[in-house]
């Protein structure tokens, strides 16, 4: 069974960082394509970053609103994928999750960031 | 970008009613090499994650009811869930993964009358 467990939401200032955690299990993590994806507040949802596998030398795309901010990144090792998120803004303000692929068969249950002072 | 657009934004309709709700893309989804769409639906109950219902504009994922039916090509896609049961309350999305960055509609809120 395909898990994915979305870790290291919770409340921060704006101009603070977040590191964002996802374990993973019950699939071939290492020739997995890997996203991060948020679902803000009004229920819009964002793609933000995808990191592809090692045979694509770890190719790494981003939206271009989060480029320079938001830092996607993998350990094969641990069937993980991370999101370092710096300079965070209100708008930030999300459910995070992470997702398999380029269509989303699996998802988590997210883990909530709140930007607030 | 590839920019999608919803319509419409909600609907109202009664159990066992037929619904159809409209995703269009600002480019063709279509690659000419293997003649597949790239457009995916979701569903998203109150209180979920979403659930993939449909890849490839008309593949319904394994477990999803028949009811529910993808169609369209190109730039032009429709969601249609044949005879709408109560526990289909739901925003449903469709998605781009024909490019990154891979694009959301801004969803269709069903609700039943």
């Known amino acids: 069974e395909v898990q994915l467990v979305e870790t290291g939401g919770g409340l921060v200032q704006p101009g603070n960082s977040l590191k964002l955690s996802c374990a993973t299990s019950?699939?071939?993590?290492?020739?997995?394509?890997m996203n991060w994806i948020r679902q803000t507040p009004g229920k819009r949802l964002e793609w933000l970053a995808q990191?592809?596998?090692?045979?694509?030398?770890?190719?790494?795309s981003y939206l271009e609103s989060v480029k320079g901010r938001f830092t996607i990144s993998r350990d094969d090792s641990k069937s993980s994928v991370y999101l370092q998120m710096n300079n965070l803004k209100e708008e930030d303000t999300a459910i995070y999750y992470c997702?398999?692929?380029?269509?989303?068969?699996?998802w988590g249950q997210g883990t909530l960031v709140t930007v607030s002072s | 970008d590839i920019v999608m657009t919803q319509t419409p934004s909600s609907q109202a309709v009664s159990a066992g009613e037929k619904v159809t709700m409209s995703c269009k893309s600002s480019?063709?989804?279509?690659?000419?090499?293997?003649?597949?769409?790239?457009l995916a639906w979701y569903q998203q109950k109150p209180g979920q994650s979403p659930k993939l219902l449909i890849s490839?504009?008309?593949t319904r994922e394994s477990g999803v009811p028949d009811r529910f039916i993808g169609s369209g090509s190109g730039t032009d896609f429709t969601l249609t869930i044949s005879s709408v049961q109560a526990e289909d309350l739901a925003v449903y999305y469709c998605?781009?993964?024909?490019?990154?960055?891979?694009?959301f509609g801004s969803g269709t809120k069903l609700e039943i009358k």
């Open positions: 997702t398999i692929g380029d269509w989303f068969a699996y």
């Open positions: 019950g699939f071939t993590f290492s020739t997995a394509w």
């Open positions: 990191i592809e596998d090692k045979s694509n030398n770890y190719f790494i």
């Open positions: 480019q063709s989804l279509l690659y000419s090499e293997n003649k597949k769409n790239y």
């Open positions: 490839w504009a008309s």
């Open positions: 998605e781009q993964y024909y490019d990154t960055p891979l694009t």
